[in-house]
């Protein structure tokens, strides 16, 4: 007899527990139904999730050890618990964006990364938590509750992928999936102590990804362990004919996260985002990152993004007008949910729809987004913010001329109190200041640990990476993660 999952293991990296199971030493029902247990306990008091699938994810762990007991080959997730964010479809469970509007809504499909990941023999534990539409930094903007953090339950797990990073976090899967339109997956990343990583745009294939803003919007990968970041990309990358936008891509990120040094590697600190508007504790972990690269035989040096700062308000004006623009399908008539009876008149149905269904934060930037593109101000506002962002992404290539990475804070801070931004939606849109110029240029980054603040908070340092460089961001966080666990 097989013996399940035993307690204590269930923070295990993917690749351990898929040795485990190769080996016969635990059975991969198991490894899903500890996974199971983990979520209900971490749910009651995280609210991590919006949904659990336990069918699912029984039945595909019985598959694996069906090929175990056959002693067929197993594929690289073979067994591993992973979970996905609320607005990437799932066929047979809800995707509801963590949005009223589509609380009702099961998905016919799958997702191309959801069904690249589930063949390569991951086992699916739930959907995760969000920001309504992705629109948050704190998934305090959920229409299902906010999540909280696994650090201190007064505290914002971060957004818009707050959920995959708790339940990373708190140990449920070792691998979790997100979106990442302004720094979604690497801001809740770094607030709860692991790793973000969002590929080169077009890397990961989008269909199947309920849009915000489509030419910003990217899925991404939280992990503990860099092994297990590569093993989930090498699953999911490649063209996709559902997808435009995605370019060929080799699967070798498992292969950039085997042990080594960086030497020879040139990274350069951005100069524009240290110093003012970042806590102490956010500029010393950015340095501490910087001498552990140097430590892991990097060459450290700064380097200049002029215009690093205004990338925050250019990202903004451009994410609100695409969210403008995508979210005007839900309108009670033929998607999401109808308010209000067909005598009253259209008009007046898809008013009491839109704003039944859409949340503060979701109106705010719908009409942010449409007055940007209106008559008489498109130019003003969305041009020139179109502008700005050509000028950012010239302005990272100069700097990745003398530079092999870049190297900036994740996020201004740690993560705040529940509720301490509720009045202020400035503030918090201002946590992406670091995070959205990856976006804007569509350049791959990760958030990576770099310690605590005096709170015993977690902190983050983001790399940024040439686009289609993604693998030098693995290798990065390996080498980082192995000076750690050397210190």
């Not at 295990?12 to 490894?31: K, Q």
């Amino acid at each position: 007899m097989l013996a399940v999952m035993p307690a204590g293991t269930r923070a295990l990296s993917a690749h351990e527990i898929h040795r485990r199971i190769a080996a016969g030493e635990v059975t991969a029902r198991g490894v899903a139904e500890a996974a199971l247990a983990e979520a209900e306990r971490v749910q009651a008091r995280s609210n991590a999730f919006v949904t659990l699938t336990p069918d699912a994810a029984l039945h595909a762990a019985d598959a694996v050890d069906e090929a175990v007991r056959a002693g067929d080959p197993l594929p690289p997730l073979a067994g591993v618990p992973y979970a996905a964010k609320d607005n990437l479809a799932r066929g047979g469970a809800p995707t509801t964006a963590g949005a009223r509007v589509l609380r009702d809504f099961e998905s016919p499909y799958q997702a191309t990364v959801i069904a690249r990941l589930e063949a390569a023999g991951a086992v699916p534990i739930g959907k995760t938590n969000l920001d309504a539409f992705g629109m948050g930094s704190s998934t305090e903007a959920s229409d299902f509750g906010p999540v909280l953090n696994p650090w201190n339950d007064q505290r914002v797990a971060g957004g818009s992928s707050g959920g995959s990073a708790a339940a990373v976090a708190a140990g449920v899967v070792p691998i979790a999936l997100g979106t990442d339109t302004g720094g979604s997956v690497r801001q809740p990343a770094s607030f709860c102590g692991v790793l973000g990583f969002k590929p080169t745009y077009g890397t990961l294939s989008r269909y199947g990804v309920v849009a915000y803003a489509s030419s910003l919007d990217q899925v991404g990968v939280l992990a503990r362990d860099p092994r297990d970041v590569g093993l989930a990309m090498d699953a999911m990358v490649g063209r996709d004919p559902f997808d435009a936008t995605t370019v060929p891509v080799e699967a070798t990120f498992a292969a950039a996260a085997e042990p080594g040094d960086l030497r020879g590697v040139r990274v350069g600190l951005i100069r524009e985002l240290l110093g003012e508007g970042n806590d102490p504790g956010v500029n010393d972990a950015t340095h501490r990152t910087a001498a552990a690269l140097r430590a892991a035989g990097a060459e450290v040096h700064e380097a200049d993004v002029p215009s690093a700062r205004a990338g925050v308000s250019c990202y903004y004006l451009i994410a609100c007008a695409e969210a403008s623009s995508n979210l005007a399908r839900y309108d009670g008539m033929l998607t999401g949910v109808r308010v209000g009876e067909e005598h009253e008149g259209q008009e007046a149905v898809m008013t009491a729809s839109r704003s039944d269904g859409f949340n503060l934060e979701v109106r705010r930037r719908i009409l942010m987004g449409t007055f940007a593109l209106s008559a008489g101000h498109v130019d003003a506002w969305y041009g020139r913010a179109s502008r700005v962002r050509r000028k950012v992404a010239d302005e990272l290539a100069a700097a990745f001329a003398g530079a092999d990475l870049l190297l900036s804070p994740t996020v201004p801070s740690a993560a705040f109190a529940l509720g301490q931004h509720d009045q202020d939606p400035l503030a918090m849109y201002l946590a992406d200041v670091d995070t959205c110029l990856a976006n804007l240029a569509g350049l791959p980054a990760v958030s990576v640990p770099a310690g605590r603040d005096e709170h015993g908070m977690p902190l983050g340092a983001q790399l940024l990476a040439p686009a289609l460089q993604d693998g030098r961001l693995v290798r990065a966080a390996a080498a980082l993660a192995d000076g750690a666990q050397a210190g």
